[in-house]
């Protein structure tokens, strides 16, 4: 195979047997990919289902991230809904649109980084699909096993405080960088090719005790706004708990953003934020501010106050 060859010379069942190579099943999974369909086995426990679809050109571009790179956002963004949940990552089906003149190195550097981030998670693939398609499109099916109650948006009660765990704001600041062409701080520009979330960090929320809980994919604010109006409460933040790492002001600076406004509104870090009696906040957990009786409206302050600025990311904005 040479560095030139596409998807196209591949043909679909090549590329599925690139996708699919050296698999093997692990917990839960009876059957992996190569049948119809694979099987698994949830021993009792609950199924938590989740599917995120990313766009070439709206969620992701090939000049900015390669192959791998664009693996590992696919997986992280997908499984970071099942922590959200309190749930474990258990299975992964990835569904593949490419056009035919794809290069194959790029899709082997997708496999790979597809199994690293899944190897992260705790996530086994067990399936997929490829087809033609004009722009790349990867639609990402993930399971979770959930022994217990699931951590839904609605359980914010007031008098809890509201804690975050992950990053906030450099995913962001990533894309501010790459968006007037420059390609560092480099740290800035990594966390908006490749999330890292706190894998496992759902889990032990939900043991701990947690009363609401989301991933931070649109924003802090946007997304305490999705907890506050699910469990008809208000949340404030307090701007002093929040940690505006040194890389956010450089990039603030360079180009005459607001540090602070990165981390309120940066989206797609996939740190979770998560509501807890006062008392009951697990460790490597940041409070970042608390939940209260809702007014005329739920909704989101700082300080107080209402945030001026953009409140987040919205897809069809
Ligand atoms: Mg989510």
Request: charged residues 20%; glycine residues 16%.
């Amino acid at each position: 195979m040479t560095e030139s060859a596409t998807l196209a010379g591949l043909g679909e069942f090549g590329a599925v047997g690139l996708l699919t190579r050296g698999l093997v099943a692990g917990a839960g999974v009876e059957l992996g990919p190569g049948d119809d369909a694979a099987v698994l086995q949830p021993g009792g426990a609950r199924v938590v289902v989740s599917t995120d679809t990313m766009v070439e050109g709206v969620h992701f571009r090939r000049d900015w991230g390669n192959g791998l790179e664009t693996g590992r956002k696919a997986v992280a963004a997908a499984a970071a809904d099942l922590e959200a949940m309190g749930a474990e990552p258990w299975a992964l089906v990835v569904s593949l649109t490419a056009p035919g003149d794809l290069p194959v190195t790029w899709l082997r550097f997708f496999h790979q980084g597809v199994l690293s981030e899944c190897e992260l998670a705790g996530l086994q693939l067990v399936g997929g699909d490829t087809t033609r398609g004009r722009d790349v499109t990867l639609g990402m099916t993930v399971l979770g096993r959930l022994d217990g109650e699931p951590v839904t948006r609605a359980g914010a009660r007031p008098g809890d405080v509201v804690a975050v765990r992950g990053r906030l704001g450099w995913a962001a600041a990533g894309l501010a960088v790459l968006t007037r062409g420059f390609r560092s701080p480099r740290a800035a520009v990594a966390a908006q090719l490749v999330p890292e979330v706190p894998w496992g960090a759902g889990g032990e929320a939900r043991r701990a005790g947690a009363s609401a809980m989301i991933d931070v994919s649109d924003g802090l604010l946007a997304d305490l706004g999705h907890v506050a109006r699910a469990s008809g409460v208000s949340v404030d933040v307090e701007a002093a708990r929040l940690e505006v790492p040194e890389v956010l002001r450089t990039v603030a600076q360079a180009t005459g953003k607001d540090a602070l406004g990165f981390v309120l509104t940066g989206g797609e870090d996939h740190a979770l934020a998560a509501c807890f009696p006062a008392a009951g906040v697990p460790d490597g957990w940041s409070v970042v501010g608390r939940v209260v009786e809702a007014g005329d409206e739920p909704a989101v302050t700082v300080d107080g106050r209402r945030w001026e600025g953009a409140q987040g990311h919205d897809h069809f904005a």
